[in-house]
């Protein structure tokens, strides 16, 4: 009997939590957002800084200016089964909801991945956008994956298609 493959889920701060699904039918774990570390990596015009988390009574938040795009930290490491990716993607209602922006969606975090798990995003909106900490900010999918080799060949056309980027019509 095969044993049922596992995710080893390692916490930075206190109180943080594994991702969870909200529903035994969903396919997305929702990540969180850790602002427990005193600083964010911000990026804008190709310029990074370390910005600091913003303190408003209990609450922490970080606030990002239209175009600008940050990493946004969940607080825990995480390893995969190998075989297995986790694709990040956007939660509906935040994408609806708000200005928020997965820069890169789906991204990809491997199973080799040795670093705190981070969201790239970036404030798609015209006004400021303020993002709080302990807020549902993407999701991801886990996919198992197969790796091919490549060989040296002649590649053909194997059916009438041709030209690629709409060719096969509207």
């Not at 670093?115 to 996919?143: F, K, S, Y």
Request: with cysteine.
């Amino acid at each position: 009997m095969t044993a049922t493959p596992a995710i080893v889920f390692e916490p930075l701060h206190p109180g943080v939590v594994p991702p969870h699904r909200a529903t035994a039918q969903s396919a997305g774990h929702d990540l969180v957002l850790c602002l427990s570390a005193p600083t964010v990596r911000v990026f804008r015009d190709g310029a990074v800084e370390q910005r600091a988390v913003e303190l408003h009574g209990d609450e922490r938040r970080l606030t990002l200016a239209p175009r600008e795009k940050a990493l946004l930290p969940l607080g825990f490491k995480a390893r995969l089964p190998e075989g297995y990716e986790a694709q990040v993607r956007p939660r509906s209602g935040t994408s609806l909801k708000t200005d928020l922006v997965i820069v890169n969606s789906p991204g990809t975090i491997d199973a080799d991945y040795p670093d705190e798990w981070c969201v790239p995003a970036g404030n798609g909106g015209t006004a400021p956008l303020v993002l709080t900490h302990g807020e549902r900010i993407a999701q991801m999918v886990l996919a198992r994956f197969e790796t091919l080799p490549f060989t040296m060949g002649s590649v053909t056309q194997s059916t009438t298609r041709a030209g690629g980027f709409g060719s096969t019509g509207r």
